[in-house]
């Protein structure tokens, strides 16, 4: 579930696609109601908060993004 935009943003030369950093919350299909629950009653943070995450990208030597996710 995405939170929030981080910043170093870019448009990739190869593709045209914009891309940034980005946090949120990893989450499974099992856990979206829950989710969603928590997020309506304000204890997202509290009942969610292993799940928070860092998406970062960066480009190898060949030009390619990759993808890491980071725990927070």
Request: aromatic content about 16%.
């Amino acid at each position: 579930m995405l939170h929030t935009g981080e910043g170093r943003d870019c448009i990739d030369s190869k593709t045209g696609w914009y891309i940034e950093d980005l946090s949120g919350w990893l989450i499974s299909a099992d856990e979206i109601n829950d989710f969603v629950k928590a997020s309506e009653n304000g204890t997202v943070y509290d009942i969610f908060s292993n799940s928070y995450v860092f998406v970062i990208w960066r480009k190898d030597k060949n030009g390619q993004v990759n993808i890491d996710f980071k725990k927070y």
